[in-house]
């Protein structure tokens, strides 16, 4: 079965905007920069010189927030929320059970900084949250 659903094209861009946004000041150097660069394992001065293609990333990025705030519309949709609450429980569901779960499987067979989880992790937070409540709220 089909089911049509209407979404806010202009919400799913302004909140992937607002989750992108903030990766630029969870990951700077007044926040988590220098703890998430330690915990990455990745060379500051490299960094500093841009020789990692940052242009990339970014991009990738905001790519990937587009798509996940859609998705969420898209859930919210289906399950009718509508108000502050509902997008806040959506978003931290969505985050707890597919983002961390997923992340930590990764990091496990990767062998990487639990740390570094719990900082990368953060921030998906942050944006599932503000991304579902701003979706939930701006009908």
């Known amino acids: 079965m089909h089911m049509h659903v209407e979404i806010n094209y202009l919400a799913v861009v302004v909140a992937a905007m607002v989750y992108y946004g903030g990766g ?22 490299k960094l500093k ?18 798509f996940i705030s859609y998705g969420l519309a898209r859930v919210e949709a289906y399950m009718q929320v509508s108000d ?3 997008g806040l429980h959506t978003g ?8 961390v779960t997923t992340m930590a499987m990764n990091y496990s067979f990767e062998n990487r900084s639990w740390k570094l ?15 579902a409540v701003i979706l939930a709220v701006w009908k």
Request: aromatic content about 22%; proline content about 5%.
């Open 49 to 66: 010189a841009g020789k990692n293609n940052a242009w990339r990333s970014y991009l990738v990025a905001l790519i990937a927030a587009l």
């Open 84 to 86: 502050f609450t509902g």
């Open 24 to 45: 630029a000041l969870w990951y700077s150097p007044v926040f988590l920069a220098d703890p998430w660069v330690k915990a990455a394992g990745l060379d500051p001065e």
């Open 117 to 131: 989880l719990v900082i990368n992790a953060g921030y998906h937070l942050y944006g599932f949250i503000v991304m």
């Open 92 to 99: 931290f569901w969505s985050w707890l059970c597919y983002v």
